[in-house]
């Protein structure tokens, strides 16, 4: 009796073919290639995966091997914020609690259909979470950018906060009184009422 060798690719699941021409007839309108994989223990979950683009810094680095971005079809769910989201019942619980946890619930490809798996792709809401960029280079300068602006902003409040605190320790070395409102003391009571 003879064994049957099978490489491994074909021990996974595999999406079916409709999904995986989308994505690929998608991802050649952007001069790449793209394939609907399914990814194994511990995540099993299906993912988009599709080819870098020409001149994307990853490609300058041949040893690390990676000439493709992988993202996976899941979606954050928080029964906290939203209790009556379909998914949570997908959800783990807490050992000692029992209360559902927040995670990520994968998609299935029947629930969300070859158009909305090409809606997905086309707003970018593979690449980000949420929808926002169109690639992760994007989502990362964005959270750059973010993070210089809060910096700069921490910074102004650390300075007005070290000047009002040097005027209050001045004002109390001195002995100056605090006025909140500035008067004029050259006017008189009876000059600034009409009889």
């Known amino acids: 009796m003879t064994k049957l060798w099978l490489p491994s690719h ?40 599709l080819s870098l683009m020409p001149g994307d810094p990853r490609l300058k680095h041949p040893d690390e091997g990676t000439h493709f971005e992988q993202t996976l079809l899941h979606e954050w769910v928080d029964p906290r914020r939203d209790p009556s989201h379909p998914k949570k019942d997908r959800l783990r619980r807490h050992e000692r609690t029992n209360r559902l946890m927040p995670g990520y619930v994968a998609y299935d490809l029947d629930e969300i259909g070859i158009q909305g798996l090409v809606n997905m792709l086309e707003k970018g809401s593979l690449l980000s979470g949420r929808g926002e960029f169109k690639s992760p280079l994007a989502a990362l300068q964005y ?20 000047i009002q605190k040097a005027k209050a320790v001045r004002r109390r070395i001195q002995g100056l009184p605090l006025v909140s409102v500035g008067i004029d003391l050259n006017t008189t009571r009876s000059s600034g009422v009409s009889s």
């Open 143 to 162: 959270t750059r950018n973010q993070h210089r602006k809060q910096r700069e902003a921490d910074f102004a409040a650390a300075r007005d906060n070290a």
């Open 10 to 49: 074909h021990a996974k699941r595999v999406a079916p073919v409709e999904f995986r021409d989308a994505v690929e007839s998608w991802a050649r309108q952007y001069s790449g290639h793209g394939d609907v994989v399914w990814v194994d223990n511990p995540i099993n979950c299906w993912a988009v995966r």
